[in-house]
């Protein structure tokens, strides 16, 4: 599954798609690397959810292509794949027992032992009809059907949104569990960066179908500064992301590779991955990348 | 695939064979009262016979007036919606319910091909719909056809148009329904508006076999004209002959159906920019992409 390491697990390049005349996404290009943890990080309609249901060959682009593990998105990169839906669809009809049935019945690398094994740590009922669960149940089956086909890349949309806090952890550490033992790629989506905070090492930002952010968490943080002061001189800074003035005070997110200024007048500190995202999904428009001095 | 394709159906095929079984049982007794009334009544109604030669005069029923008169009628209504209600009841949810409840974005992400999952959907449905059909067809033919030749009213004989008589149309009409129910649910992903479009279609599809059955007999005429003992046998418009025909138009239209599908559900990357497959839930993802 994941042997070839050099091959980017997911490759999304120069990807538009349009409903209507509205564009969903917008030329969107990056690439997800091997064994990564990736967080899709968006508002409400920045296409996240096309761009995963496009990389799951649900949607066909009306440019650009995604590639999983090299190949084409499609019936090819199937059993690659292990995709749970916003609202998780299952038929509600079959039981969970059914349903886990089903998973083994349709996928080939079916892993049984793995699926009731998880299935149970859940607590799922394996009789209930699937529409007799909770959205939190419902979700955890749906990840466990993905999760047991053993894919190379899981993409995951807004997987967290109907859970609880403690099947959040439950979830998280299920998911981080597969990534350590099979190295499994995973994407997942969410507009609540505290949700997936502890579980990305890499961060794309969507902002009106376009990526405004691609990067390692880590160097997407050393690479930015938070500058704190007063407005006129926090708008003087050069390579601003975005800029927020509350009275004659201003918090400008710029980037920077250097180390923290100490002059100034200005108050300087490394962002959060929060303060990070939401610079990128408030800025307007992404600017051109120009050299930054911060002395 | 077959397991889940079958489960999904089941509550449709149950509802389908329940008609079926109901139907057949109405056009057996049916007949069976009609030919005892007849009898009752000194008519001789022996054999089906399409020219009426010697039953009774155009335009006037010769069936007793009363209980068989009506029973003929009904048994030729339901000759004539059963096989548009079977089509209808296996192919409206066949694809459009999954599309509703977005459970194609389950299946259609496990190791199954695109293809497969239409294929295997919609050749189960067409082989009930077939079988719960030629049920009610095979009975109608055989033991109620002789009498509801006879109801001479003329709104029934535009009624014959639409079942023609024959098995094989009555069967193909069922076959080509299901299948483009099939087919506009999936490019449609709504239930009512499928039902809605298919019942539409539905008058236009029985035109289209009329006008192909007829070129087609047409054809045969032309084509066995050279030869005396040929054109005795063929291109003779006969009813049974046209409804052969009409049968095999509706056969033509069928494959149309499933080829058009195939498209939405894999359409060729280099030949169209159309998506008819994104169509369904175009409205869903402009909601919350």
Known sequence: MSADRTTPAVDVAGLTHRFGRRYALDGCSFTVPAGAVTALVGRNGAGKSTLLRTAAGLLRPDTGAVRVFGEPAGDATLPRIGYVGQQAPLYPMLTVAQTLTLGGRLNPRWDAAYAHRLADDAELPYTAPVGTLAAGHRTRLALILALAKRPGVLLLDEPLAPLDPVARAEMSGTLMADVADRGTTVVLSSHVVADIESLCDHVVVLAEGRVRLTAEVERALTGHLIAVGATEDVTELDDIVEVRTAGRDATALIRSTGPLPSAGGLSWHRPTLEELVLGYLRAPRPRPKRKVTTT | ?289
Request: proline share 4%; with cysteine; net charge neutral.
């Open chain 2, 1 to 289: 695939m077959n397991w889940l394709a079958l489960r999904l159906l089941r509550p449709y095929l149950i509802v389908a064979a329940t008609l079926s079984a109901v139907s057949t049982a109405i056009v057996l007794a049916g007949s069976r009262t009609i030919r005892e009334h007849v009898v009752a009544s000194g008519i001789v109604v022996e054999d089906y016979a399409p020219d009426r030669t010697g039953l009774c005069e155009e335009l006037v029923s010769c069936l007793p007036a009363g209980t068989a008169t009506n029973l003929a009628q009904v048994i030729i209504l339901v000759a004539t919606f059963v096989p548009l209600l079977i089509g209808l009841i296996l192919g409206v949810p066949l694809f459009a319910r999954e599309r509703e409840e977005s459970t194609d974005a389950f299946v259609l992400t496990q190791s199954v091909p695109r293809l497969r999952w239409m294929s295997t959907k919609l050749l189960w449905a067409l082989t009930a719909g077939a079988i719960c059909t030629a049920a009610v067809a095979v009975a109608f033919r055989l033991a109620a056809a002789r009498y509801t030749l006879i109801v001479n009213d003329a709104a029934y004989a535009v009624l014959r148009e639409l079942h023609q008589n024959s098995i094989g149309f009555m069967v193909m009409q069922t076959v080509f329904i299901t299948a483009l129910a099939g087919v506009v649910g999936l490019a449609v992903g709504r239930t009512l508006r499928t039902l809605l479009v298919t019942v539409l279609a539905w008058p236009a599809a029985l035109i289209v076999a009329q006008i192909g059955g007829l070129l087609l007999g047409l054809m045969v005429y032309l084509l066995t004209s050279w030869s005396p003992s040929l054109s005795m046998r063929f291109g003779t418009l006969t009813e049974g002959e046209t409804a052969t025909f009409d049968a095999l138009a509706l056969a033509v239209c069928t494959i149309v159906t499933v080829l058009i599908g195939r498209r939405i559900v894999a359409p060729d990357p280099a030949s169209s920019p159309l998506q008819p497959a994104d169509l369904s839930i175009e409205h869903r993802q402009a909601r919350d992409v």
